[in-house]
């Protein structure tokens, strides 16, 4: 039966190789999100890590990669993450505050106020 599950799903082999070995893995998350730890155990749909945090129940189809840790990360993401700390800028836009758009007091002048308020009282 261990054949069988290993001809359907050829990642097994590898996983319990790391897991009975206790090798420290990186998982790489398909969001760019880096785990280092040791496997305790997976099934079809889930591995379980153990990092020094505690353990962490991780779904296989969120994993981008698997591999031994190294002690250290690719040099594209470091690159990438200086560069983006570096040149990050954090803008904010208005929104209209009213369905025409204009903003703020302007809207509340003497014109548009009294004439609104007049013609509802001669209704009445």
């Given amino acids: 039966m261990s054949t069988e599950s290993e001809d359907r799903f050829p ?3 590898v996983l319990n190789s790391l897991r009975k070995e206790r090798k420290r893995v990186q ?3 398909i969001n760019g999100i880096r785990l ?4 305790e ?3 079809q749909y889930l591995i379980m890590l153990s990092t020094p945090s505690g353990v ?7 994993i981008s990669t698997v591999q ?3 002690g250290s990360r690719p040099p ?7 560069d983006e700390s570096s040149s990050t800028v954090i803008t904010r836009r208005r929104r ?3 369905p025409g758009g204009s903003g703020g007091a302007g809207g509340l002048g003497s014109s548009g106020g009294g004439t609104g308020g007049s013609s509802g009282t001669h209704e009445g």
Avoid: C, H
């Fill in 96 to 98: 209209p505050s009213g």
């Fill in 11 to 13: 990642q097994n082999e």
């Fill in 76 to 82: 594209q993401a470091r690159d990438r993450s200086r």
């Fill in 56 to 62: 962490q129940g991780i779904y296989k189809r969120a």
């Fill in 27 to 29: 998982i790489f998350l």
């Fill in 36 to 39: 280092v730890g040791t496997i």
């Fill in 41 to 43: 155990s997976f099934d």
């Fill in 68 to 70: 031994p840790d190294t």
